[in-house]
Structures are given as C-alpha cells and as structure tokens.
T-cell receptor, first 112, second 113 residues
Framework: NAGVTQTPKFRILKIGQSMTLQCTQD?????MYWYRQDPGMGLKLIYY???????DKGEVPNGYNVSRSTTEDFPLRLELAAPSQTSVYFC???????????FGPGTRLTVL | QQQVKQSPQSLIVQKGGISIINCAYE??????FPWYQQFPGKGPALLIA?????SEKKEGRFTISFNKSAKQFSLHIMDSQPGDSATYFC????????????FGTGTQLKVEL
C-alpha cells in the first residue's frame, strides 16, 4: 500500500491563480482531512469528509473548496490564491471506528 | 480560540536525558489524546495515544501521563536519542462530527550528543 499520496510536492503560484492539490489514499478509509501547517501554529483543519459525497468545513475553510466523488480521492481547490495561503498542506485519512489519522508527505505552496 | 495549549515551543536535551512536553486542553468532551511525531519534510505520524479513562500509557521509551481533573497531559521521552530530534504535536479528538483532531502548536525537540 502506498498509503496517503499528495501531489505536487512543491508549487509556486502567483496571486490570483488557481490550483488543485491532489490527495489519494489506497487504504479504503472513509474519513479524509485537509490541514495547513504554518510555523508555530500547529495544524489547522481546512475541510474534512466522512465519506464519498459528504464534505464539511473545518476551522479555516475560507479561500478553499473540496470535493469527494470517490472514497480514494479528496482534492483541495484554491480558486484565487493569496499570499496568506502560503503554507504546507497535509492530507490525512482514517477508518472508523479507529482514531489514528495517517498523513501524506505534504505539499509546500508559496503564493507570490 | 486555541483549545489545546502546548509547551515548550522548543526543547534541547542531552543524549540519555528525559524530554518532557506538556499540553493542556479546555474541552471536556475530548475523548482521545494522541501525540504525533514529525520529521523535517515529512507528514506527522502517530507516536502514542491515550484515552481519558487511563492515567498513564507507556510504549518503549515514550510515556503519556494524563491528569483528567487538571485537563493536562504530557509526553515523556526517556533516554532521549539524537534520532528523537523532531517536532512533536499533541492533539485532542472529539467535539463534534468527523472525529476531528485539534492540534497543539508543536514542540521542536533537539537531542544533543
């Protein structure tokens, strides 16, 4: 199993551009999560999904959108990139009823 | 509003020493308290976790101590090794649907020879 994979690893965007961060898991987990990690701030939840077709906002959803059309994939969309979205983004997944979340390797995004 | 407070922000320990990281939470509905370890350039990985009905859990050199009445928990790393140098995050689970984790701000641990 590859676990949780994320692409791309790095990306530089200009202000106002859009992009999609990809996340795929091959563990048949029903729960998936998107976090952003900023220095000294820990991980903040952006969006999460409890299953295909079901998504909900986390703590910091503004400026982002998600979709969950399949169990495996949970892409994160940035429509109008802003410098405040410069961060490292992590996708995670877990299977109910277990608590452990499995994280991907992250995407480092810079918006200039 | 930060619901999980973590300290210290950074920690330097000599090889063989004990590393101690502390966390405090506010929401009594939290029902699961994990610690994640993160190496540079990698995603966090679960290190050890505890439920609030247990006061201590030990796995090898890693121990969680949990004080429910004080709403505090801590990670102890015994015989710290240079390979333990990483960032450690405490977290708390619960408080609504989605089994969402609320993370502390992280502690950067460096173990010196």
């Amino acid at each position: 199993n590859a676990g949780v994979t994320q692409t791309p690893k790095f990306r530089i965007l200009k202000i106002g551009q859009s992009m999609t961060l990809q996340c795929t898991q091959d563990m048949n987990h029903n729960y998936m999560y998107w976090y952003r990690q900023d220095p000294g701030m820990g991980l903040k939840l952006i969006y999460y999904s409890v299953g295909a077709g079901i998504t909900d906002k986390g703590e910091v959803p503004n400026g982002y959108n998600v979709s969950r059309s399949t169990t495996e994939d949970f892409p994160l969309r940035l429509e109008l990139a802003a410098p405040s979205q410069t961060s490292v983004y992590f996708c995670a997944s877990k299977s109910s009823p277990y608590n452990e979340q499995f994280f991907g390797p992250g995407t480092r995004l810079t918006v200039l | 509003q930060q619901q999980v407070k973590q300290s210290p922000q950074s920690l330097i320990v000599q090889k063989g020493g004990i590393s101690i990281i502390n966390c405090a939470y506010e929401n009594t509905a939290f029902d699961y308290f994990p610690w994640y370890q993160q190496f540079p350039g990698k995603g966090p990985a679960l290190l050890i976790a505890i439920r609030p009905d247990v006061s201590e859990k030990k796995e090898g050199r890693f121990t969680i101590s949990f004080n429910k009445s004080a709403k505090q928990f801590s990670l102890h790393i015994m015989d710290s090794q240079p390979g333990d140098s990483a960032t450690y995050f405490c977290a708390a689970n619960g408080s609504g649907g989605g089994n969402k984790l609320t993370f502390g701000t992280g502690t950067q641990l460096k173990v010196e020879l």
